[in-house]
């Protein structure tokens, strides 16, 4: 997933790390857009219109993804491969010379049946926005199936925590700052709860004296504004927190916040304004911080 992953488990058994390596090793060889041979990247190559069956967890990932998009009318978007590509943010090389429009959602390009799916126009999927937040998921199941009660899970700043850790205290997480932006410290108690962060800080490039963003709005074919710092999630799911900052960061302050309101999502969202950073927060998680 080009990230790295860490997890502090309280006396996990013997052979629980290389059952973690096995099942990341799983995900990537499903959903990873990097690796040639990966069920992703050969769905993508399938002819136009024909169906293809797909294990399991891709369906799972996929049918939520989708699901996502209705959601957040087209924010989240899991079909925005050759948009990812053309600026030049995904495994092909690409070329930052205009929008990559479609008129047609790319998401709607995607049908899926009970063990399989298709595409019915030349779109690719791309998982980076909630791949990660599956994954983190996975392996709290793993370390719950064998017999871990007390963890923190953490893959590329999205994490999951259970329990508590030695001490008696529960796991306590920072929530990462852009940055350069002065903004409060968000620190979150993770007991039976995920986190993710969505920002324009990890991945981006500058031209023309612009920053780009990875984050792409299907909307437009382009890059998204460069005002939304970052985006944090709390939820049960670390796949739906992943999903969901990533929805909200697109959408923008107002429309993003809004939608996170009305889900009644805990998240907070920080714009920039010079090198202060503004504050967003949604009335879930300013409950949770009282």
Request: glycine share 10%; net charge negative; hydrophobic share 45%.
């Amino acid at each position: 997933m080009g990230t790295s992953w860490n997890i502090h488990a309280v006396d996990p058994p013997a052979g629980c790390a290389d059952a973690v390596r096995q099942m990341l090793s799983g995900i990537i060889d499903q959903m990873s857009n990097w690796e040639a041979d990966s069920v992703v990247t050969r769905f993508n190559s399938a002819p136009v219109g024909g169906w293809m069956t797909l294990p399991p967890e891709m369906l799972t990932v996929l049918r939520a993804g989708l699901d996502m998009a209705a959601l957040s009318d087209g924010a989240f978007d899991p079909a925005i491969g050759r948009m990812v590509d053309h600026w030049g943010f995904g495994p092909l090389p690409g070329a930052s010379s205009g929008p990559c429009y479609s008129e047609r959602a790319p998401w709607r390009c995607v049908e899926i049946g009970q063990d399989r799916a298709r595409r019915i126009a030349d779109v690719t999927l791309d998982f980076s926005g909630i791949a990660k937040g599956f994954a983190v998921d996975m392996l709290a199941d793993l370390l719950r199936r064998s017999g871990v009660a007390d963890f923190l899970v953490e893959i590329g700043g999205e994490l999951r925590g259970e329990g508590i850790k030695p001490g008696m205290q529960p796991w306590w997480v920072d929530v990462e700052a852009p940055p350069g932006l002065i903004v409060p410290t968000l620190r979150i108690a993770l007991c039976g709860l995920s986190v993710a962060t969505s920002g324009d800080y990890r991945r981006f490039r500058i031209e023309e004296e612009k920053r780009l963003s990875h984050s792409i709005d299907p909307a437009t074919g382009r890059p998204i504004p460069a005002d939304v710092a970052s985006v944090t999630v709390l939820h049960e799911s670390a796949m739906m927190a992943d999903a969901w900052a990533t929805a909200i960061t697109v959408a923008g302050p107002e429309k993003g916040m809004a939608l996170a309101t009305r889900e009644g999502l805990a998240a907070r969202l920080v714009r920039r304004d010079g090198d202060r950073g503004i504050e967003y927060m949604t009335p879930a998680l300013a409950a949770m911080l009282d």
